[in-house]
Nanobody
Framework: VQLQAFGGGLVQPGRSLRLSCAAS????????MGWYRQAPGKQRELVAN???????NNADSVKGRFTISRDDSKKTAFLQMNSLEPEDTAVYYC???????????????WGQGTQVTVSS
C-alpha cells in the first residue's frame, strides 16, 4: 500500500494550488484522509481531514481558503488551496487510515511530502 502526493510548487501570494493524494495497492477500505504540513523549524500540523462519510475538519488558519475533498472511486484525496499566503509555505504530507487486504484493521499511512512555496 502506498500514498503518493502530487501538486506542490512555487506560487505567488493570492494564487491557488491543488494537491492530490492517491492511494494504491491491495486496499480493502479507506477511512479518514487528511493533509498535514510542516514548515521549517515548526512541528507538523493538521491542515484538514475528511471522513469516509465526507465530514471535514479544517485548521482555523485555513478556514475559508482551503477545501479538502475525496473521490473514493479513485482512492484519492484533494486539497484545493486558494488565496495562498507566504505563511502557507511548508512541506505538505497526506495521511490516510487504510485497511489493507489480508489485515484485520486500519493502519495509518503517510505519503511523501510535497513542497508548497508561496512567494512573490
Amino acid at each position: 500500500v502506498q500514498l503518493q502526493a502530487f501538486g506542490g510548487g512555487l506560487v505567488q501570494p493570492g494564487r491557488s494550488l491543488r494537491l492530490s493524494c492517491a492511494a494504491s495497492g491491495s486496499i480493502f477500505s479507506i477511512h479518514d484522509m487528511g493533509w498535514y504540513r510542516q514548515a521549517p523549524g515548526k512541528q507538523r500540523e493538521l491542515v484538514a481531514n475528511i471522513s469516509r462519510s465526507g465530514v471535514t475538519n479544517n485548521a482555523d488558519s485555513v478556514k475559508g481558503r482551503f477545501t479538502i475533498s475525496r473521490d473514493d472511486s479513485k482512492k484519492t484525496a484533494f486539497l484545493q488551496m486558494n488565496s495562498l499566503e507566504p505563511e502557507d509555505t511548508a512541506v505538505y504530507y497526506c495521511n490516510a487510515g487504510i485497511w489493507p487486504i489480508g489485515y484485520r484493521t486500519y493502519m495509518s499511512y503517510w505519503g511523501q511530502g510535497t513542497q508548497v512555496t508561496v512567494s512573490s
